[in-house]
């Protein structure tokens, strides 16, 4: 069973589908080029905490998958200023792991 998750305007900003939560965003929109990551809304991270092993951010222009297991971006995490668009967790690019379309997995 998934749990959807929307923003202030109705637009669906995540979903929890088993113990993965997921995202689909522009790269270009979305990635914090200033810091160098991604953040995720603070009352969602809070929500999963308990029910979440895994993070996955779908880039949709590159198709590119960016992906987290979920107790490092809560043990690595930062909580970013309110920039407008609620509080939000941020975690370096540094601790995610890219899957490019079409690239061969060794595992």
């Known amino acids: 069973m998934s749990k959807i ?4 305007k109705g637009q669906v ?25 991604w953040a995720i809304d603070q009352e969602v991270i809070d929500t999963i905490k308990d029910k979440c092993t ?5 880039d949709i ?3 590119k998958l ?9 043990s690595k995490k930062f909580l970013l ?3 407008g668009y609620g509080k939000q967790y941020y ?4 601790h995610w792991v890219v ?9």
């Open 54 to 58: 895994d993070i996955e951010i779908y």
């Open 13 to 37: 900003i995540a979903e929890l589908e088993g113990t993965i939560l997921k995202k689909k965003v522009s790269f270009k929109l979305h990635h914090l080029r200033s810091y160098k990551g």
């Open 61 to 63: 222009d590159s198709k």
């Open 91 to 94: 975690l370096g690019d540094k």
């Open 99 to 107: 899957e490019v379309p079409g690239q061969t997995k060794l595992i």
């Open 66 to 74: 960016f992906k987290t297991i979920f107790q490092t971006f809560w």
């Open 81 to 83: 200023p309110d920039y």
């Open 5 to 8: 998750f929307k923003n202030n």
